[in-house]
């Protein structure tokens, strides 16, 4: 005998209506809008982030609960979570990473187009974290640049969606010509990268 199914019909009201992102400053008028291309630009980039977790240990286990339903980083445009470099924005570095493991995070780097973005997710990922040892690297900036970090050991999930939120800032706010700029050359051969 079938067993009975019973679906979940019933409507459930929102908490919350939902709201949108607002507009960049401009000019409205009838039938149009003016506004810097950067901020367009900047608007449609920082609420699609493409994020690669690059994770080796307890805080990818952080990372988890952050994708799941109750903090769901897909409320930021997020869920769309990358493993492959080519096609994200922002590599979230999170746990331990050894010497032998660092020169595959910059490969990975390397292989993300630009713009991109980094985020350090917690004490090991930031610093080395407890492992003040020979075979730890101390802070991932030590091989690529950084542009967020989150404190904690391990960050809850509230703690990474803050550091996430930082992160949209700089998106939302960067320059369009940022990346051909001299200083960010600069930047970049300090990490020995063309
Ligand atoms: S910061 Fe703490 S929780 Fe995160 S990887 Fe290091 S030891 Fe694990």
């Not at 982030?49 to 240990?57: E, G, R, V």
Request: proline residues 7%.
């Amino acid at each position: 005998m079938a067993r009975p199914v019973q679906y979940n019909i019933t409507d459930k009201p929102l908490e919350k209506p939902i709201s949108l992102v607002s507009a960049p400053e401009g000019y409205a008028g009838e039938g149009f809008f003016a506004s810097k291309l950067s901020d367009v630009v900047g608007l449609a980039r920082k609420n699609s982030i493409w994020p690669l977790p690059f994770a080796t240990s307890c805080c990818g286990i952080e990372f988890m609960a952050l994708m799941a339903s109750h903090y769901d980083l897909a409320r930021f445009g997020s869920e769309r979570v990358s493993f492959t470099p080519r096609q994200c924005d922002l590599l979230m570095v999170m746990g331990t990473i050894a010497k032998k493991m660092a020169p595959v995070v910059k490969q990975v780097y390397l292989q993300m187009a630009e713009p991109r973005w980094v985020l350090a997710m917690g004490a090991c990922a930031s610093s080395g974290g407890i492992f003040d040892t020979y075979s730890v690297l101390q802070g991932i900036d030590q091989i690529i640049p950084v542009d967020v970090y989150v404190p904690g050991c391990p960050p809850r999930p509230e703690a990474v969606i803050d550091g996430f939120m930082r992160i949209q800032d700089l998106v939302g706010q960067e320059n369009l010509r940022r990346r051909n700029s001299d200083r960010y050359r600069e930047l970049m051969e300090t990490y020995g990268i063309q």
